[in-house]
């Protein structure tokens, strides 16, 4: 009787949970606000957003191919490069990810220059970031998922601005970005 009485209450996000992620995408990008953001479908094509399409020839093994080296090089270049997970992601657990960048600074010989501490949005935590080098960078987002800007919006939203202003995520002591 009370799952009957909450299924009354359930939106189009709360509805089942989709592990692979297809339908928040397509109920993301199609939210009218997100697309303006993106300033995507300027021309208000009266089809939805899909992420089929036959234009890209992606591969089911695309997903094995090892990044490291794509990554090294990036680094090398001296290009900004910055590596973030929810710290709430059961697709790409931040655990990996944090090793993997923490594998590539030590293949790089790069030594941390902000250790493992917390970042700040608005006077709450939003995640922990650490920092190897001038140019490579660890954040988590606190109470995101695989999609952190579905999940948390505002934090996406503070971590995307230190990002594009190359500026470090601001701490208890820093001002905040924005």
Not at 27 to 39: D, S
Not at 82 to 89: K, M, N, P, R
Not at 129 to 154: C, I, K, W
């Amino acid at each position: 009787m009370q799952e009957l009485r909450l299924r009354q209450f359930a939106t189009k996000i709360s509805v089942g949970v989709d592990v692979c992620m297809s339908y928040e995408r397509f109920f993301y990008f199609n939210l009218p606000e997100v697309q303006q953001a993106l300033h995507a479908n300027r021309t208000h094509l009266k089809y939805q957003w899909s992420m089929c399409s036959d234009f890209l020839n992606y591969s089911n093994t695309d997903g094995n191919i090892d990044m490291l080296p794509t990554l090294q090089r990036i680094v090398e270049r001296k290009i900004p490069l910055w590596v973030f997970s929810g710290d709430q992601d059961s697709v790409v657990p931040l655990l990996g990810s944090r090793s993997l960048v923490r594998e590539l600074a030590h293949t790089m010989g790069l030594h941390v220059t902000v250790p493992y501490s917390t970042w700040f949005r608005k006077g709450q935590v939003g995640g922990w970031v650490t920092e190897y080098g001038n140019f490579l960078t660890f954040a988590t987002v606190r109470g995101a998922s695989h999609m952190v800007p579905f999940a948390q919006p505002d934090r996406a939203l503070g971590l995307f601005r230190s990002i594009v202003l190359g500026r470090r995520l601001p701490n208890a002591t820093s001002p905040p970005i924005g």
